[in-house]
């Protein structure tokens, strides 16, 4: 069936320091890919989303690319902020059906 | 508001009780999942409803586990005979009809305690 693995936490970093989370997936058909984040106290909502392959999503200085050879949706982003500490779930939609997929989350810290 | 909300924010109950849990949805949006996402976990589907209907229910763990939306709009997740193992943060999305490879909309979530 369709998945989602995404790297395993905790992850601490340093103000302005580069970040990557990696995330891969396995499905059927075409899937759609997203970024999804939850801040402390909130709901999840949407960072960032690829429809097709080689699509290039971005948000808030956040970029992740549809890689249909690898099977990947890594997010990235050049300098972080202490802002962007929350919690990351890479998701996915197969275009046969409604389910979104969700991975298992990956714990990001920002210290000053 | 504007947004998806959930009620309670939450809910301590006893083993065996039965539990209530609602979902209002952002107006105009015929889509709403349920999901469930335990602590370290990512969410896990139970339930999709297209307007009234349950479109698929392959994700409810066992037969204690019921949702209805009667009017396409508020939701209401049941569940009977609550159990330990029950207890997770209980989440509600919305979006709008057909848009497969759209955005889902989270609520703030239902937090159940099975004592």
């Known amino acids: 069936g369709d998945s989602v693995t995404q790297m395993e936490g905790p992850v601490t970093l340093s103000e302005e320091a580069f970040l990557t989370i990696n995330c891969t997936y396995t499905?059927?058909?075409?899937?759609?890919l997203f970024w999804y984040v939850q801040y402390p106290g909130e709901g999840l909502q949407l960072l960032l989303k690829a429809t097709k392959a080689d699509d290039k999503g971005s948000n808030k200085g956040f970029e992740a690319t549809y890689r249909k050879e690898t099977t990947s949706f890594h997010l990235e982003k050049g300098s972080v902020q202490v802002s962007d500490s929350a919690v990351y779930f890479c998701a996915l939609t197969s275009n046969t059906g409604n389910q979104f997929y969700f991975g298992t989350g990956t714990s990001l810290t920002v210290i000053p | 508001g504007a947004g998806v909300s959930q009620t309670p924010s939450n809910k301590v109950t006893e083993k065996g009780k039965y539990v209530e849990l609602r979902c209002d949805p952002i107006?105009?949006?015929?889509?709403l999942y349920w999901y469930r996402q335990s602590l370290g976990q990512g969410p896990e589907f139970l339930i999709y409803?297209?307007?009234?209907?349950?479109?698929?229910d392959s994700g409810l763990p066992n037969d204690r586990f019921f949702a209805v939306r009667p009017e396409g709009s508020v939701s209401t997740l049941k569940i009977q005979r609550t159990e330990r193992g029950d207890s997770a943060m209980y989440l509600c999305a919305s979006s709008l009809a057909g848009e497969v490879t759209g955005e889902l909309f989270f609520g703030e979530g239902s937090r159940l305690t099975v004592l």
């Open positions: 409803f297209q307007g009234t209907g349950a479109a698929d």
């Open positions: 107006s105009g949006h015929t889509a």
């Open positions: 499905a059927t058909g075409y899937p759609s």
